[in-house]
């Protein structure tokens, strides 16, 4: 039998049908949760046969709108049957079907009184709903890994790189604990697999603010089904109401970087003791960029040899390309200092060998390239005895220690946001030019004072062979 083609029925990107009312004010859109396209259709035809009837009721008034119709899927498996102004309520089709063999009987000793046309139309739609619910029951939702893979490769669109890692790795967690490693549809999943889970984590002992970061991700995913038609089971996210700490906590959690006091960079940045041990290209650079640009240690990592440039001005800058806020995407001037150290002169070697990026022995890991800076930083600031069990020290302090130094050299807000990548006001990155704005950008990393000696520290080309050594360098610069 051929199919009828409903009116104002459509199909998304995912194959789930949704209902759409297009009015010159508005453009109203409705999930039919379905993807079977018997059941849409008698849904949709529904929901015309109510727009046309209130159409014709006030010809006068606008379409209306689709909350007027009460429709939730969620409750049409609660049938009610009226019967001559009574009200029977009957729960789904077995229990249907017990009542209305009930008003049968019922027919046979109470009179029959001819139904208005008001009744016939309500036991007519009735007698829909109830074939939608049947066949609703037979459809199948998609498996948990396809939604998974839908909804990572959408928030590599929105997110960083190492938010969606870390997704990733959460969501993959969830999948190893809480499923079992199983692949159910997702309409199988309910809270009770969402307590589970966070039991489980809070048996091994996880902190707080661990399960919570792994609730987050998992409530992200929920809101992506939710949203595109694939999670029908209930209205709500499963995950909410189930977090360990309030946002409030979480933020008073937040354990926040020390900076490194002026004789800790002194032992840090001890010439002998710092070629010594930090003995490859990012490991002597980074830490130098992080203290001279209050650069994140991503963005140091990253640096490709074309963001090293010279502006028509004259000032040498780095043009931070990539950065965890959109605030981050600047052009930091190249200090005095780092001059006299010797970086462009090392950038310039690596140009030479006709690599990409001025670090190309690293790979990129979890979004970034910092990965072994990262560890062996750490265990440089541990044998400098810098670094203590119970402090907050890392290579976000120096960071932490550029942004206090400016502020302490009287450096406006502004100015120190465009050298370390905040946020700032809306609309004044539109009236403040990077290049225009170099000069006096410049002046203020020139005032940045350590107490290191770039002339018994400066770069002597150590690294000259190794950089030109091309089997050392990883897949995207070879």
């Known amino acids: 039998m051929p199919q009828i083609k409903a009116p104002r029925l459509y199909l998304n990107r995912c194959g789930v049908f949704y209902f759409r009312l297009k009015t010159k004010d508005k453009d109203r859109k409705v999930s039919l949760r379905t993807k079977c396209p ?12 109510v727009i046309e009837r209130k159409r014709a009721m006030n010809k006068n008034s606008n379409n209306p709108n689709i909350g007027d119709f009460n429709f939730n899927l969620d409750d049409i498996h609660k049938y009610e049957i009226e019967f001559r102004g009574a009200r029977i309520k009957a729960d789904g089709p077995e229990d249907h079907a017990r009542a209305m063999e009930a008003l049968k009987q019922m027919e046979q000793v109470i009179p029959v009184t001819e139904p208005t046309a008001a ?28 939604v ?5 490769m959408e928030r590599r669109l929105k997110n960083a790189a190492r938010t969606v890692t870390s997704k990733e790795y959460h969501f993959q967690d969830f999948v190893d604990r809480g499923l079992k490693g199983k692949n159910p549809e997702v309409n199988d999943l309910d809270k009770a697999d969402i307590v589970a889970y966070k039991s489980a984590l809070l048996k091994i002992g996880q902190a707080a603010k661990t399960i919570d970061n792994k609730l987050l991700s998992i ?3 929920f809101e992506y089904a939710l949203a595109q038609g694939s999670y029908t089971r209930h209205n709500t996210n499963p995950v909410s109401g189930l977090y360990v700490l309030t946002k409030k906590e979480r933020v008073e959690q937040t354990e926040s970087y020390e900076p490194f006091a002026n004789e800790d960079i002194a032992a840090l940045f001890e010439p002998l003791a710092y070629k010594s041990e930090m003995n490859a290209p990012d490991l002597f ?67 030479d060998a006709g690599a990409n990026r001025i670090f190309p022995h690293r790979s990129f890991i979890n979004g970034s390239y910092s990965k072994r800076l990262s560890e062996e930083h750490l265990k440089y600031l541990t044998l400098r005895k810098i670094k203590k069990p119970d402090d907050h020290k890392s290579f976000h302090s120096y960071r932490v220690n550029v942004i206090t130094q400016l502020a302490n050299n009287g450096v406006s807000a502004t100015l120190a946001s465009r050298i370390v990548g905040h946020e700032t006001e809306k609309g004044m990155d539109v009236h403040l030019g990077y ?17 290191i000696d770039p002339a018994a520290l400066r770069y002597e080309g150590q690294f000259k062979d190794f950089v030109a050594n091309k089997k050392k360098w990883k897949k995207d610069d070879s």
Request: with cysteine; hydrophobic share 45%; proline share 4%.
């Open 119 to 146: 009744e016939k139309l309500a036991l007519e739609e009735q007698q829909i709903l109830a074939q939608v619910v049947a066949q609703a029951q037979q459809s199948q939702s998609p498996k948990v890994s396809v």
């Open 285 to 351: 650079w980074g830490p130098l960029l992080g203290i001279y640009t209050g650069m994140r240690i991503s963005e140091a990592t990253q640096i490709r040899c074309r963001d090293v440039i010279l502006a028509e001005n004259g000032v040498h800058f780095i043009h931070v390309y990539n950065s965890k806020t959109k605030g981050g995407i600047r052009k930091v001037p190249i200090c005095d200092a780092l001059i006299n150290l010797g970086f462009l002169d090392y950038v310039e070697e690596v140009r």
């Open 219 to 221: 409530a992200d995913f």
């Open 38 to 49: 018997v059941t849409a259709n008698i849904v949709a035809l529904q929901l015309n046969a």
């Open 148 to 152: 998974a893979a839908e909804w990572i």
């Open 435 to 451: 290049v225009r704005d170099l000069p006096a950008l410049k002046q203020v990393v020139d005032g940045l004072h350590w107490p």
